[in-house]
Structure formats: structure tokens, C-alpha cells
T-cell receptor, first 115, second 117 residues
Framework: DAGVIQSPRHEVTEMGQEVTLRCKPI?????LFWYRQTMMRGLELLIY????????DSGMPEDRFSAKMPNASFSTLKIQPSEPRDSAVYFC?????????????FGSGTQLSVL | AQTVTQSQPEMSVQEAETVTLSCTYD???????LFWYKQPPSRQMILVIR??????QNATENRFSVNFQKAAKSFSLKISDSQLGDAAMYFC??????????????FGQGTRLTINP
């Protein structure tokens, strides 16, 4: 398996623009997670899905952030409008089940820079 | 809420030597999981080792082992025979076993490990 695939690897945009980050989880994995990594706050869980359904979005910082999972093999995280403080690395991760001993697989992240 | 603290922003070690990375955490729970993740320059988060809190025996994975002190809420990572490929950021993480919040990993701030040849 190719692992969790994220695109783009780098994204540079201007303040006010819409940004869409993409993720393809590992085939057969029922759980998908979006994390954000910043110097100030470290790694934080933004939202996670189970069988394409959003379960917990309490980590989503503002209404400017939205996430969707239209099918088992694709998810998006959208920021509209983007702001400089959204600059961070955004990780997608997936796991086969929600069991607490289940291994979590991370993608390589999208480095977002909002100018 | 649980918190994870890594007090060493940076560490360095000579190749082939042993290094220990520190991690402490705060929780009121009696059962949980602890993890160490490695983040090399490629950015991908890679699971290094994990420990179930109910297990007294310290987890080991080849050159990586942990010193889990439950009463002290300490979870250090020991890397033996350090190799150049071990250079990375290392994150300690906590995962609750409670149904609510079980999917959330709480991460420490990370320790940047440099291996000197």
C-alpha cells in the first residue's frame, strides 16, 4: 500500500484566498483524522471521521475551516478565507479501526503558508 | 484534560552512543496508551514504540526502549547504538482509553535529536 497520501505537499497562498487540502487514506481504513502542527501549539487534532461521517470536530478552530469525506478514499480540509495565522503543517492520518491499540498512519503533511 | 510535556527542546548524541529523551504527562486516568513518534525531515510521523499503561513491563523495539514510571507519570525513550538515521524530531503522545476522546492523541512539544558522526 502507498500509505496515506496528501496533496499538495506545499501550498503558498495569499490572505483571503480559499485553500483546499486533500487526503487519500489507506484502503480499508475506517477512521480518518486531520491534525495541525504549529510551533506555538504543536500537534492538534482538528477533526476525525468514522466511515466517512464526521464524529468530532471540536478541534476545528473557526467556521473558516471545514472538512468533508465524500467517500472512503478521499477527504478534504478547506479554509475559506485563509489568514496568515493558518500557516502550519496539516497532517492527515488513518487507522483501520477505532480501537485504542490500533496503529495510526500519518501522511507526509501539507505545508501551508498564507502570506 | 491530559497534558504531555517534553522538557528537552534539543538533544545531541554521538553516533553509536545511547541517548534518553524525557517525557512526563498529567492525567487522572488509570489506563491509557503512551507513544513515541519520530518525525524526520520528510515530515512523516512514524510510530517508534507504544506502551499500554496497564502493562508493567517496559516496551522494546530493537534499539528503542522505554522507561515507563506510572506513579511518576514519566515515559522516557532510550535509543541505543544511535545511528545517523535516528536524527529527527521525537514526539511523546498520550491516548485515553475512554470512549469519549479515545481517538485523540495528545502530543508533547517535541525534542529535536541530532546525531553527531
Amino acid at each position: 500500500d502507498a500509505g496515506v497520501i496528501q496533496s499538495p505537499r506545499h501550498e503558498v497562498t495569499e490572505m483571503g484566498q480559499e485553500v483546499t487540502l486533500r487526503c487519500k487514506p489507506i484502503s480499508g481504513h475506517d477512521y480518518l483524522f486531520w491534525y495541525r502542527q504549529t510551533m506555538m501549539r504543536g500537534l492538534e487534532l482538528l477533526i476525525y471521521f468514522n466511515n466517512n461521517v464526521p464524529i468530532d470536530d471540536s478541534g476545528m478552530p473557526e467556521d473558516r475551516f471545514s472538512a468533508k469525506m465524500p467517500n472512503a478514499s478521499f477527504s478534504t480540509l478547506k479554509i475559506q478565507p485563509s489568514e496568515p495565522r493558518d500557516s502550519a503543517v496539516y497532517f492527515c492520518a488513518s487507522s483501520r479501526t477505532g480501537s485504542t491499540n490500533e496503529k495510526l498512519f500519518f501522511g507526509s503533511g501539507t505545508q501551508l503558508s498564507v502570506l | 484534560a491530559q497534558t504531555v510535556t517534553q522538557s528537552q527542546p534539543e538533544m545531541s548524541v554521538q553516533e553509536a552512543e545511547t541517548v534518553t529523551l524525557s517525557c512526563t504527562y498529567d492525567t487522572s486516568e488509570s489506563d491509557y496508551y503512551l507513544f513515541w513518534y519520530k518525525q524526520p525531515p520528510s515530515r512523516q510521523m512514524i510510530l517508534v514504540i507504544r506502551q499500554e499503561a496497564y502493562k508493567q513491563q517496559n516496551a522494546t523495539e530493537n534499539r528503542f526502549s522505554v522507561n515507563f514510571q506510572k506513579a511518576a507519570k514519566s515515559f522516557s525513550l532510550k535509543i541505543s547504538d544511535s545511528q545517523l538515521g535516528d536524527a529527527a524530531m521525537y514526539f511523546c503522545a498520550y491516548r485515553t482509553l475512554s470512549i469519549q476522546g479515545a481517538q485523540k492523541l495528545v502530543f508533547g512539544q517535541g525534542t529535536r535529536l541530532t546525531i553527531n558522526p
